[in-house]
């Protein structure tokens, strides 16, 4: 298992530990996501593993990961989608929508994600079966579009880790939504 860099509120470097102390611990480290979203008004999850570190087999961020030391949040964001979509892409290409600092505790392993997560949106124009999942990692991807996430059953929201339906993420897809109606508009 790799290093990772401990940080701390403000983002700077305090510490390295192994990523299992990190996430035993609930210690601060760097993570992205990164949210691909449909012209037609879809988001599109990750189905994670279901051996997947922390929260397996649950619908997550299209493409998410851990910052490694020397790197910083865009090399990663790109690093990410090209091994768990096989989209590679320019950085000019990630749009930024904000960093965020996510706690979330796993209640199956007891792992903690205490991150400050930079969030990107990419606009994906094709199908989801040109998508690639990383080998052993996921089981698929899904799309959704927005109305049916922003008016989600109880039966529903069970299908999505934990913090990827709280009003942060909320707020960010409602962001992207408005991308769209631009987009659209232009």
């Known amino acids: 298992m790799s290093n990772l860099n401990i940080i701390d ?9 192994s990523r299992d102390n990190i996430h035993a611990k609930g210690l601060l480290h760097k993570t992205v996501h990164v949210w691909f979203f449909t012209p037609k008004g879809e988001i599109i999850f990750q189905h994670r593993g279901k051996n997947a570190e922390t929260f397996p087999d649950l619908l997550d961020a299209t493409v998410g990961g851990h910052v490694e030391i020397g790197q910083d949040y865009e090399e990663t964001a790109l690093k990410e989608m090209k091994e768990e979509t096989g989209v590679e892409v320019k950085r000019e290409d990630l749009i930024p929508i904000q960093v965020v600092n996510i706690k979330n505790s796993d209640p199956i392993t007891g792992k ?5 997560r930079s969030i ?4 994906f124009q094709g199908n989801l079966t040109d998508l690639k999942l ?7 991807f899904e799309a959704w579009f927005f109305e049916r996430i ?3 059953s109880e039966e529903d929201s069970k299908k ?3 913090g990827i339906l709280k ?20």
């Not at 903690?112 to 400050?116: K, Q, R, T, V, Y």
């Open 120 to 123: 990107f949106a990419y606009c």
């Open 9 to 17: 509120e403000n983002g700077a470097i305090i510490g390295v530990d």
């Open 160 to 162: 999505f880790i934990p």
């Open 134 to 140: 990383e080998p052993g990692q996921g089981i698929g």
């Open 112 to 116: 903690i994600e205490n991150s400050l």
């Open 150 to 152: 922003f008016k989600i």
């Open 167 to 186: 009003k942060t993420n909320i707020d960010i897809f409602r962001k992207i939504q408005t991308m769209i109606s631009k987009i659209s508009n232009k």
